[in-house]
């Protein structure tokens, strides 16, 4: 099957003068499980090219056995390094889409038409979309075909306020995730700081955290293979 993941192309993590975009981990993690399984991935981000790297997901201490397969591993980083642009991409032709977080997407991804109608077409084909960590940000402005937002009713998960908190970054992103998604009428639920945690409500996934993103990517592969 065809999966399409989409990466943020914002590095400016808000006024700190820091760099930030997406989280490696995130990223390496479900594109393995999903090419493991047999399945073709293709890139896609809002300017094209290559998507900027939050420097601390390259840090020692963030690395993990699939970070480190993709650090050795030629063909998936010249793939990473010319994402094609997401408004170029023909989302009918995909079968699923996987969303990595970071911080990256809170900026751009979640105020993006594009990607809103992405996760939009796609749910209204009966294909599902999982996301992870800071990307269910993204569902801030998707609407359901009613009107209402995407999450109301739905169960969720995603990068929680006392996680951002953890990482000291409340008073620089742009909004805190876990307040949208419960103003928005989510369902929100969670587990421990940094503990794996994924959501399935229907077609759309989410998970909490780094962490979680093999799981999400898991739960992906089962919808595939049921719908």
């Not at 390496?28 to 094209?48: F, M, N, Q, W």
């Not at 998960?157 to 909004?175: H, I, R, S, Y």
Request: proline share 7%; aromatic share 6%.
């Amino acid at each position: 099957m065809k999966i399409l993941m989409v990466l943020t192309s914002h590095d400016k993590l808000g006024d700190t003068g820091d760099k930030t975009g997406f989280w490696l981990e995130e990223f390496a993690a479900p594109y393995y499980v999903l090419k493991d399984a047999g399945h073709e991935i293709t890139l896609a981000s809002p300017a094209g090219g290559k998507p900027p790297l939050d420097p601390k997901s390259d840090e020692p201490d963030a690395q993990t056995a699939a970070t480190e397969r993709y650090k050795k591993d030629s063909e998936a980083q010249a793939q990473l390094a010319s994402t094609e642009k997401l408004a170029d991409v023909d989302v009918a032709s995909f079968d699923g889409v996987f969303y990595p977080g970071g911080h990256g997407p809170l900026w751009d991804l979640a105020e993006s038409a594009v990607s809103k109608a992405v996760i939009e077409d796609t749910l209204a084909a009966g294909k599902p979309v999982a996301l992870v960590c800071h990307a269910p940000a993204v569902l801030k402005n998707v609407t359901a075909p009613n009107g209402d937002p995407i999450v109301k009713g739905r169960k969720v998960t995603g990068f929680t306020n006392q996680e951002e908190d953890a990482v000291g970054l409340t008073d620089v992103v742009p909004f805190l995730l876990e307040d949208v998604l419960i103003e928005q009428g989510g369902t929100f639920s969670k587990q421990g700081v940094f503990e794996p945690y994924v959501v399935q409500d229907g077609l759309l996934i989410t998970g909490q955290n780094p962490p979680s993103s093999e799981p999400a990517a898991e739960k992906l592969l089962e919808a595939l293979k049921a719908a």
